[in-house]
T-cell receptor
């Protein structure tokens, strides 16, 4: 089945630690996105990529980093510089143009 | 900048009641408009879309009409079911930069 897979479902970060969230898609989509969702708030764009080896900052990129070495994969690293990382993180993919986004089931990141 | 505003929730309705969730947008030009739905613990799914003025998107009994004169895209359903309980996000896309901008979401609870 085609789809987009995020892992892990739950992740805990210790103070000063970097953690990486995985996002893989087998939909052959060019574009991939990372969103952050806080309780009672909408989705805020962290980073997006429209082609392999290229990505752009979204609205809240500080404290995060990404890579796009393969079309299928778009991992997100939450660095120690992100002082308030507790949130639900959603990865999405779509064809260039964004007419329809497909979302993963999300990763809940919490701080220990 | 471009933005999406939705009515605040949570909205609580009895089964078979009529649903309206208001959505207005601010954007130059002619964006595409979307409604996404998020069930508990899951990612978002596209519910319906409209790409030009006066278009009506529809799916699963939900409808929304693209009103350029009022910059609105209100979501309606004639008779809600318990299974419609979810968070609903209005969103817009401007193809000039291929980013989808989401509203804050409206939580809907339908009680038997």
């Amino acid at each position: 089945d085609g789809g987009i897979t995020q892992s892990p479902k739950y992740l805990f970060r210790k103070e000063g630690q970097n953690v990486t969230l995985s996002c893989e898609q087998n939909l052959n989509h060019d574009a991939m996105y990372w969103y952050r969702q806080d309780p009672g708030q909408g989705l805020r764009l962290i980073y997006y990529s429209q082609i392999v080896n290229d990505f752009q900052k979204g609205d809240i990129a500080e404290g995060y980093s990404v890579s796009r070495e393969k079309k299928e994969s778009f991992p997100l690293t939450v660095t120690s510089a992100q002082k308030n990382p507790t949130a639900f993180y959603l990865c999405a993919s779509g064809t260039t143009g964004g007419e329809k986004l497909f979302f993963g089931s999300g990763t809940q990141l919490s701080v220990l | 900048g471009d933005s999406v505003t939705q009515m605040e929730g949570p909205v609580t309705l009895s089964e078979e009641a009529f649903l309206t969730i208001n959505c207005t947008y601010t954007a130059t030009g002619y964006p595409s408009l979307f409604w996404y739905v998020q069930y508990p613990g899951e990612g978002l799914q596209l519910l319906l879309k409209a790409t030009k003025a006066d278009d009506k998107g529809s799916n699963k009994g939900f409808e929304a009409t693209y009103r350029k004169e009022t910059t609105s895209f209100h979501l309606e359903k004639g008779s809600v079911q318990v299974s419609d309980s979810a968070v609903y996000f209005c969103a817009l896309l401007k193809t000039s930069y291929d980013k989808v901008i989401f509203g804050p979401g409206t939580s809907l609870s339908v009680i038997p």
